[in-house]
């Protein structure tokens, strides 16, 4: 961090900038000098401190200068417009937090910017015309956030629920009155048309007050464990309705923490009083493209880890919102829909089935709604980057299905990935319902430059249409469940998933000047964990399921190659390292396939295992598929890797998966997450919740989920010769010392066991989808005015933007052309 002379970092960039200019000017001038010397262009951190250090030859002035004012800009700088002769910094000194700055290289004059003036800067390199169109479009979100509270420190992001029990604990602290909208929450809350926790007598703080009190003392004569029909007359005369508990201590308990919001608040009860409150029953779940299904769709395209998180979501929050509805003294059934597209040609999975009860749930179902069109019902997959032209007609048709289903309205809506959480933001604002979206990954981030360049890639990905509608569900959503931080705002020196939506501009089309903000109190973290009956540790010998071993023993080391697998390990006393994704270029399997290529040292010592796709390209309909699958051949041929490698087609049995990891655990090998980018990554935990000494991106969810060398490795995708060499250091350092490899698995489980489970996931979600529900009511007005934008923003914008996308034919597909 730069020592900085004069600078502090309370300043703003801008206002100690030209002083620093000054103390360094002969550096400065010829740094920038540089930058404009090859014209228009835009720089990225590194090209920028390289560049500068090229321009400074002694070394000593180097450090200083690194040291100083300019190294800290330019280390904090994300990116950097080139005009000549200006050049502009989007500086992000901390995450969420950004400041644009202009430098004009020949005078050194710096003026404040605001990300609209940046963004169009930025633009004036790819499209002069539309940058400097008065009339382009520029959407500001953020110019409704009026009066929304906003968290202050980038530390606390993520903490939405827990910094809005403390603001509403503030406020009714403050201002008494601010409790009434709490009480004519309570008054309307009901099931089915059944009051629930109190009714019209209880119309005003003051009676409810009174009214808690008598209910203590009376509550306190009862036996702990007292039903509550027992007492539920007396209860009912002073106007208190069912919802409050099971029995005397449960109802004493609420009542207490209600009593305490209401009379000198504090976070902890409010958050309390909220998590006890029944206003979830019925939940629906959107997760439309894919193959979504139990059995037999896991590896195929688009078909992966959302399929196995909204399963194991679903088991874990049936489970948890029964306990709590007994806990409240209720005997309502809750219902959970996830609700996916029916695919007619469903390749011998159940995808064309219309209703599906979820295994080990007992009123949860997979609902399935066809994608129609003019011509009829689509019969095919489509591609997820395909999927915009189905959604709004698919969201009518679910919508008046779901009705169906509960005879009335869910109480929460979630949405999954750019095209559920659309179809969940149509429908909840349609019927006033709150929302929480889940990104699973944000698109945009995962492909450089992917804004600015958007007409380049828009006829293969349709970018437009994804980033337009992702930025809508944002802003529509009452909150946003993300498995990490950093999938929010990042790290110190990468921006987030959702901070990258933040100001962005897509040329010719849109300049979003604030997407959304990163402090606004609807982000929350719930991490998901892995299904612990089916992903446990290889030690726990009883538990193995060795019906398998036979099939694992054939499918790691028969000397054949069959449908299921090519290439095989001639030295099988050699620990496996093992991956498996679905063959996309971001999961980088055939990188790892590379480095191992590559690296002899590490050849010696292990051999690869890795689970991934098909062998044969016309197999595949996946454009990126079909061409990860030749790299893999190729790769396999130039590094002569028969012998040494494993290569399973996708496997889509989850026990035998989990068994499978454990067998590498057997072998003492570990398992390798190599993707280019990962936003959480279920693989790592399923694989550490087995015991498996894991290697994962440092890019990413599972920088999040490790601590580098204490409970699995960081590995760097860009660097593999670094990444190869450190899993070759750790199989050096196991074969010397056993112990090594299992201190690494031993705590690899413990730090699952702490902050990855189902079981605080559900908890976490439950409490968000209450909280929420109020929170929305007390923000009303505001909420109605921005929905009114969106729905101008969508009307106007998004749905032409669909029409750009082709609907296939209704012939059964054959592999695309490359578009
Ligand atoms: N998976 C599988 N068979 C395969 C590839 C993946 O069963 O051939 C499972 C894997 O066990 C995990 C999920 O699919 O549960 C992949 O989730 P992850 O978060 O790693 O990646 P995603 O595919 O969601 O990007
Ligand atoms: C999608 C991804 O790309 C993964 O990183 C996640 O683990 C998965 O969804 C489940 O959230």
């Known amino acids: 961090m730069a020592s900085g002379s004069s600078f502090k970092l309370s300043d703003s960039i801008a206002a100690s900038m030209p002083e620093a200019l000054r103390q360094s000017q002969y550096y400065m001038k010829r740094c920038f000098t540089t930058y404009v010397s090859k014209g228009r262009r835009l720089m990225k951190r590194q090209q920028l401190m390289d560049e500068m250090e090229k321009t400074i030859e002694d070394k000593l002035e180097k450090t200083q200068v690194l040291e100083d004012f300019l190294g800290y800009i330019l280390s904090s700088t994300q990116e950097a417009a080139v005009v000549p002769p200006c050049i502009a910094f989007a500086v992000r000194p901390n995450p969420g937090s950004w400041e644009f700055v202009k430098v004009n290289a020949d005078d050194l004059g710096v003026d404040a910017i605001t990300s609209s003036e940046y963004l169009k800067f930025k633009e004036t390199i790819f499209d002069e015309k539309w940058a400097t169109d008065e009339n382009a479009l520029e959407v500001d979100f953020g110019a409704l956030d009026f009066s929304m509270p906003q968290l202050s420190l980038s530390s606390s992001i993520g903490n939405g629920a827990n910094f809005i029990s403390k603001f509403m604990a503030y406020k009714i602290r403050k201002h008494a009155k601010s409790a009434n909208p709490l009480v004519d929450y309570l008054i309307a809350l009901n099931h089915q048309g059944e009051n629930l926790m109190i009714n019209e007598t209880l119309n005003t703080v003051e009676k409810l007050q009174t009214a808690l009190i008598l209910a203590d003392v009376f509550l306190s004569s009862n036996p702990k464990d007292a039903p509550y029909q027992n007492f539920e007359q007396r209860l009912a005369e002073w106007g208190f309705e069912k919802g409050w508990g099971d029995t005397a201590e449960t109802v004493k308990e609420t009542m207490r923490s209600l009593s305490e919001v209401l009379q000198a608040p504090d976070p902890l009860n409010m958050e309390k009083f909220f998590s006890r409150l029944p206003t979830i029953f019925d939940v629906v779940i959107f997760s439309p493209h894919g193959y979504f299904g139990q059995a037999d769709v896991l590896g195929l395209p688009d078909t992966g880890g959302q399929v196995v998180y909204i399963l194991d979501q679903v088991r874990a929050l049936e489970e948890e919102l029964l306990l709590r509805i007994k806990k409240q003294g209720l005997y309502i059934k809750p219902q959970i829909l996830v609700v996916t597209r029916l695919i007619p040609d469903a390749r011998g999975t159940k995808c064309n089935q219309e209703l599906e009860p979820i295994l080990d749930t007992k009123h949860s179902h997979i609902l399935r709604v066809p994608f129609r069109t003019e011509k009829g019902v689509l019969r095919q997959w489509v591609s997820r980057f ?241 061409a990860e699958i030749k790299k893999m051949h190729s790769l396999i041929d130039k590094y002569q890797l028969k012998g040494q490698i494993r290569w399973i087609a996708a496997q889509t049995d989850r026990f035998r998966n989990a068994e499978l990891y454990r067998c590498i655990a057997d072998t003492k090998g570990a398992f ?57 250091d750790f199989f050096e350092k196991c074969k010397e010392d056993v112990e090594n490899w299992r201190k690494i698995s031993i705590a690899g489980l413990q730090r699952i066991y702490e902050c990855y489970t189902w079981k605080i996931y559900a908890n976490k979600l439950l409490n968000m989808g209450s909280i929420y529900s109020f929170w929305k009511q007390l923000n009303k007005e505001q909420k109605q005015a921005k929905q009114r934008y969106l729905q101008m923003f969508y009307n106007l914008q998004f749905r032409n933007l669909v029409k750009n996308v082709p609907i296939p034919s209704d012939e059964p597909q054959q592999p695309p052309a490359p578009k």
């Open 386 to 626: 395909d999927i915009y032209p189905y959604l709004e007609r698919f969201t009518q048709d679910a919508t008046a299905k779901i009705l169906d289903h509960f005879e009335g309205k869910p109480d929460l809506i979630i949405g999954n990935y750019t095209d559920g959480n659309l179809v969940a933001s149509l429908m909840a604002s349609k019927l006033g319902i709150t929302q929480g979206t889940i990104a699973h990954a944000l698109e945009k981030t995962k492909y450089e430059d992917s804004d600015i360049k958007w007409k380049e890639l828009d006829a293969k990905y349709h970018f437009s249409c994804q980033f337009t509608a992702d930025v809508i569900s944002m802003n529509t959503t009452d909150f946003i469940i993300t498995s990490t931080y950093q999938e929010i705002a990042g790290s110190k020196d990468r921006p987030g998933q959702y901070e990258s939506h933040a100001a962005f501009t897509l040329p010719g089309l849109c300049r979003i000047v604030s997407g959304i903000n990163v402090f606004d109190p609807k982000f929350n973290i719930a991490a998901p964990g892995a299904d612990q009956s089916v992903y446990f540790p290889y030690a726990q010998k009883q538990k193995r399921l060795t019906s398998f071993h036979s099939a694992i023993e054939e499918l790691l080391y028969s000397k054949e190659d069959n449908d299921e697998h090519i290439g095989f390990l001639e030295d099988r006393k050699k620990p496996i390292i093992f991956s498996m994704a679905r063959l996309d270029i971001v999961k980088n399997i055939t990188g790892l396939t590379e480095w191992f290529g590559k690296n002899k040292r590490l050849r010696n010592l292990v051999n690869l295992v890795v689970v991934a796709g098909f062998f044969d390209p016309s197999k595949s309909k996946d454009r990126e598929e079909i």
């Open 672 to 728: 390798v997450q190599p993707a280019l980018y990962e936003a959480f990554g279920l693989t790592v935990i399923e694989a550490m919740n087995c015991g498996l000494p894991t290697f994962a991106t440092n890019q990413g969810g599972p920088a999040e989920i490790i601590v580098d060398g204490v409970s699995g490795f960081h590995i760097d995708p860009n660097n593999g010769d670094e990444s190869s060499n450190k899993i070759a």
